[in-house]
């Protein structure tokens, strides 16, 4: 335990009467612990929301408190870990708000410690070095499964206190016997497990290297951390790391395992099922704010909002409002929440969330003349858009040169209507440029199509179509005064002579 902490951590741990236990009172006096959290990603692949909700809850609860939130990437696993996924974790977690307190704690170059802490164990008889074979161990726990008993390993070499000599195994820690091991969630409340379910776990392998049980109870010991938040399934892991701690006679941290995320057809999220990584939706043009809503929401309640700002939620904050059912995907909800945050940004910061992905769209730069007069429209595009990446396909007319990209729909229109486009065109080029306004334009399309006999709303579906390329607009008549006469008419010639 951390000397300038010790004193004011107040739960302990208490081995009596053969069950150990761990205290663990989630609703604590402020100023009685200092709050330390972490999140521990592995870098084998992307942060999916599951990973993001997990920084999240950590990160509010250490703010709630006046905390630290640390980050480590548990790197254990060298053959599929990778700087450049730890580094996009890393930049979604920033993208995301989610920033951390110190240097990153790389977990490989720590193995040293982990190592030593193992040597502790041999030394003061609560390890020993096994040397059964893979493939008898692999034969017990088969013989274990069909019978319907927990497997639990026994080593001929459990009581021997040296190493032999020329002989390479692995080193395992001594798993109590006869033993009630509790604690209490800070979601589900007391979890209990016999010992007789846990086997004496390896924690250095046969190659020297330390496994991941190991190394995180070591590390979160040396980074001081107080309370654990993540998912359910490290419930299991839970128990063994408990019995790592008191072993070497640490103090446990506070629990809280939430439950899991699933998606819309209710499988459990993972790597390996390909979960939505936060690098994709923001690819897709969500907005950081509007994720982290959502992922609050995905577990955590306060009365009935469903907007809660961060700067909210580091206020409204606790373990006690985690629910213990599991939460599942809803893509409308997370479109309701991102159009309501695209909403509450101003059109300047807007343009700049979008200049990228009309870029995208576009496959070149935006002109500033051009990204000017999208500024003039762009107000009215944000009420149906529900994405960054919807409204740059709904606005690239705005900035693009002729030719622009029209759509199948809007090429029908076009082509079964050249006659009338030549008309209009022709007639509309002589307005006078002063009265090229949207209160003037549909009173002169309203008298036009009485006097050509033509029905209005097939000019109406004609100008959006050669205008914007498309048939759907904000009104096309305020288009046309923000894109002004000269480009119009350029735009519904280009069809007459293509």
Request: a neutral charge; charged letters at 25%.
């Amino acid at each position: 335990m951390c000397k300038q902490w010790a004193s004011a951590i107040q739960f302990r741990l208490y081995c009596h009467r053969g069950t150990f236990v761990v205290p663990s009172p989630w609703v604590f006096e402020a100023g009685t612990v200092r709050v330390v959290t972490r999140f521990a990603p592995s870098p084998t692949g992307s942060l999916h929301l599951g990973g993001a909700r997990t920084a999240l809850f950590n990160w509010l609860f250490a703010r709630r408190h006046g905390g630290q939130f640390l980050l480590r990437m548990e790197d254990t696993d060298q053959e599929r870990s990778s700087e450049t996924v730890a580094q996009s974790i890393i930049e979604d977690m920033a993208w995301l708000g989610l920033h951390h307190d110190q240097d990153v704690v790389i977990q490989s170059a720590r193995r040293e410690r982990h190592t030593q802490v193992a040597k502790e164990l041999l030394a003061h008889g609560r390890a020993y070095y096994c040397y059964c074979s893979e493939n008898d161990i692999a034969a017990e726990k088969l013989r274990s499964e069909k019978e319907g008993k927990y497997y639990r390993h026994h080593c001929p070499s459990r009581d021997v206190n040296h190493a032999q000599s020329g002989t390479v195994g692995v080193v395992r820690l001594k798993s109590p016997e006869n033993r009630e091991i509790k604690f209490t969630d800070g979601v589900y409340g007391e979890i209990s497990v016999n010992s007789a379910q846990i086997d004496d776990m390896v924690i250095l392998r046969s190659n020297g290297h330390p496994t991941y049980l190991l190394a995180v109870v070591v590390d979160d010991h040396d980074m001081c951390i107080t309370h654990i938040i993540r998912g359910s399934d490290h419930i299991t892991n839970t128990i063994k790391q408990m019995l790592l701690t008191e072993a070497m006679g640490w103090d446990n941290p506070q629990f809280c395992h939430i439950p899991l995320i699933h998606d819309e057809e209710g499988t459990k999220l993972s790597k390996r099922n390909r979960a939505p990584g936060v690098h994709e939706y923001r690819e897709l043009g969500f907005l950081p704010e509007a994720v982290c809503n959502y992922l609050l929401r995905m577990g955590w309640s306060h009365k009935d909002e469903e907007i809660i700002t961060m700067q909210s939620a580091t206020q409204l904050f606790s373990i006690e409002k985690i629910g213990t059912s599991h939460s599942c995907l809803d893509s409308k909800k997370l479109l309701f929440l991102n159009h309501h945050y695209m909403n509450q940004r101003t059109e300047h910061e807007i343009l700049e969330l979008l200049l990228p992905f009309l870029e995208r769209e576009l496959g070149c730069a935006v002109a500033k003349t051009k990204l000017a007069r999208l500024s003039l429209g762009v107000k009215k595009l944000m009420e149906r858009a529900r994405t960054l990446a919807d409204l740059a396909r709904d606005s690239v007319f705005y900035v693009q040169d002729i030719p622009i990209s029209v759509d199948n729909d809007a090429k029908q229109v076009i082509l079964s209507s050249l006659e009338l486009l030549a008309k209009l065109t022709d007639s509309m080029s002589q307005i006078e440029q002063k009265t090229w306004t949207k209160d003037f334009l549909p009173s002169y399309i309203k008298e036009w199509t009485k006097r050509n006999g033509v029905v209005m709303s097939d000019v109406y579906h004609l100008l959006r179509a050669a205008i914007a390329g498309r048939l759907s607009t904000p009104s096309i008549s305020e288009v046309m005064e923000i894109l002004g006469q000269e480009e119009c008419i350029h735009r519904l010639r280009f069809f007459l002579n293509p």
